[in-house]
């Protein structure tokens, strides 16, 4: 099977945690033999979505991850940044139809619960890969009905006599 190529999008905001998450998830990327074609660093979590579409648009991306981190502060406004963020970088995965992980912890979470979640960047590397890896199946398929690995009775309503 062809090495996947992940495209990193990263937030400069909070940086010693998306840091720390960026290291982690090369490092992820490289033991599922998994190349890194690009990391783009980003001023925060909301700017993510036009990076994530620039990659995407690439034909040398198959998916990408985001990594960031977004603290709580004294208002609602860490909600609202990860919210909307989230919710447009999944319009974009749809859209463009390759795998785009969220790897950003928060919202309503103080920078030691940051710290502990640097984490998350693994788990979106091998999201994404693992999407890749499903997607690369599904489309070598040509017709499902002959692959022995799919039982033709799932699915279907069986009767009972």
Known sequence: MEK???GIVASEFNYDITYAMVELAKEH????????????KVPGVFDMP???KKLLERD?????VTLGAVIEGQTEHDEVVAQHASRK????????GKPVALGIAGPGMSRLEA???????????????K?????????SKSDK??????DPNVGRFLEMG
């Open 50 to 52: 036009l990076a994530v």
């Open 4 to 6: 996947i190529n992940l």
């Open 131 to 139: 999407m890749c890896k499903v997607l690369r199946k599904t489309e």
């Open 60 to 64: 040398d991306i198959d998916c990408v």
């Open 115 to 129: 710290h502990q979640r640097v984490e998350y960047a693994k788990r979106a590397v091998e999201a994404a890969v």
């Open 145 to 150: 009905d002959d692959d022995p690995d799919i």
């Open 89 to 96: 970088i999944a319009d974009l995965s749809l859209e463009y």
């Open 29 to 40: 990327a490289k033991f599922l033999d998994a190349n890194i074609g690009e990391v783009l």
